[in-house]
Each structure stands twice: as structure tokens, then as C-alpha cells.
């Protein structure tokens, strides 16, 4: 009901309380029950006349019609499901998938209590702090082809970020998306396919919004929007801003055009790297990524090596990017 009379307020100047109990079909009084609640929740509404509300602005909270209102998309975030806090997005949303959810679903939590990175590693998300967001795709494409969407999906929130913030953000590879050498958000891609066909895939992103005390065992690495822009800077608007990212990616992917945008924001291509596998490491020069998400290295002995996102870590000589 909370989210009923919201998008009520979305839509229209001035919305009258008793019309909107009528077509609501609920008194005037549980309506402003409602108006009130949401003004505790933050949402500036003023009262115009003897029963008229006027939304003047909302909060930085993650609610679907907030998502949802003018989004401008076809399928992406089309359906919008928000959790105060949840153990990963990505599972809920694998559950939800399994089921049948469509292609461009989003789930969205304000709190992960166990999200994940790659290899297993965790992925920190305080509450009311970042954007844990996953998307579910069910691609038309052979499973060979997957590891493009991962390059994709950094591509989309890179753009999301630039187009809302302007700052300069890099990818570094595969899909840690950074700004001024620290990482702002981690993306985890899972699917369920066959030897044949896609079933679906749920691209997963941790992005570092309101974290302005960054915790001490990824100080050194990460970074936030707010910090990065010196002022508070609207999850709502990056989240609409990375799923209009999601459908341009994938009309690039589309038209074959997407590795000239993922390369072209590379932090990784070009640059002196150390690789880190679980049994060695070496260091070289990153000097191609491939659509298949492969990363080739020149060594410091002219050997060409490939590695793939699965098995390593790479670091910049210098530091972390
Ligand atoms: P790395 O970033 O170490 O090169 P990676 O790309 O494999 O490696 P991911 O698996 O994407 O990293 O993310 C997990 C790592 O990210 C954790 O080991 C932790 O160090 C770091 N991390 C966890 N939470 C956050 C966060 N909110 N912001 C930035 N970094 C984080």
C-alpha cells in the first residue's frame, strides 16, 4: 500500500487524499496513515488545501517506485524487487530465476550479509551504505559467449556512474570498476546453462555509495561515490542510470561493438601488472583482452601468457590498479 500511494504521488502534481481512497478503495484516513509513514521515511510531502499532497522530494531509499517512475527502459528493471537485507542478491535472485522470472528483473538490497566476490571471497555491503543490485539476463547466445556479458555488465555500470557523477571511472580487469586507483564497486556473474543453452545468467554488482568510513581491511583498496565526489550522490539515480547502461550495452553487444568501449576504459590494458595465481605469480606487460574475458600478459621474459578471470588476481605494479 506504502508503494501504491508513492506511485500515486509520482504521478501526479497534486494528488487528492480522498480520490485516492476512493480508487484505492480504502479510507482517507489509512491513506494519510500512509503519507505519514512515508514522510517519516524521509519523503518531503506537503499538504495543499483541505486534502491534497504534493511530493516535493524523496530520500536516497531503495524502494521500487522510486526505480521504477520515468525509467525509460524496455526490459531492464521493467520488474524491481527491494530487500532491507538479504544474505546475497545474487541467490535470491538465482531462486526467483529458477522460477521463471523474466528477462531485466532487478533485485535490489539495502543490506548483504553475505555477498560474494570472486573465488569465493566476500564482498562487504553495510546497510544503507552501497547499491547491491543483480540483473537477471536470459541471453539468446551460446554459453561460450557468456564471459562477455561479464566485460558488458562493467561497461553498463561504468557508464551509469560517468553519466550520473562525471567521474573518471576505469575498468580494471576483468570487472572491478575503479576511480583514482581504488575500487568503487565489484561485479559477480553466475549462470545456469547446458553444453547448448543459456539458461540464464544473474549479473551481480557491489557498488560503494554512501561508505564514507571505509572498513579497515579494505581501506587501502576501496573507494565510494561520496567520497570520490565530495557530496552525497543518489543510489536511485545510479541504479536508473546503470539498467538505461545494461540495454546500450547490449545493443553493442548486439552489433559486435562492445570490446572497443570495455578497452577504451581499461585500467588494466597497457599497463605493468602482477598476476596472481594460486600456485604462481609473475609479472608482465596486459597486452590484450579478448571478448572470451581472457587476458594476455607479455611477460618480463617476452613470453606471451593468458590468464582468465577465474583463476587470478592482477595488481598494478605500482599498487592496487
Ligand atoms: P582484487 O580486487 O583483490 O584484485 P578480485 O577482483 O578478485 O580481486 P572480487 O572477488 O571482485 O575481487 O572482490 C572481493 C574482494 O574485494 C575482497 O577480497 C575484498 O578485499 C574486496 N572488497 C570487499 N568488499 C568490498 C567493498 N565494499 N569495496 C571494495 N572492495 C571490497
Known sequence: MLNEVLRALQSEEIVSGGELARTMGVTRAAVWKQVTLLRERGFNIE???????????????????????????????????????????????????????????????????????????????????SIAMSLLLRPDMHPSRVPILSLGTSVAIAKGINAVTGLPVRIKWPNDIICNGKKLCGILLEMDANEEHVEYVVAGAGINVHLTEIPEEIQATATSLDIECGRPVSRIEIIRAVLRAAEETEQMIREGRLMETYLALSATLGRPVSVQGVRESFTGIAESIREDGTLAVRTDAGELREVMAGDVSVRGLMGYV
Open 47 to 129: 499538504t495543499v488545501g483541505r486534502q491534497g499532497y504534493h511530493l516535493i522530494s524523496c530520500p536516497d531509499l531503495l524502494m521500487e517506485p522510486l526505480i521504477e517512475h520515468d525509467l525509460g527502459t524496455v526490459w531492464a528493471g521493467q520488474r524491481v524487487i527491494c530487500y532491507d537485507s538479504v544474505d546475497s542478491t545474487n541467490r535470491v535472485l538465482k531462486k526467483l530465476a529458477s522460477e521463471g522470472a523474466e528477462h531485466g528483473t532487478l533485485v535490489l538490497a539495502d543490506e548483504q550479509t553475505g555477498g560474494r566476490g570472486r573465488r569465493g571471497r566476500g564482498w562487504l555491503t553495510p546497510k544503507g551504505t
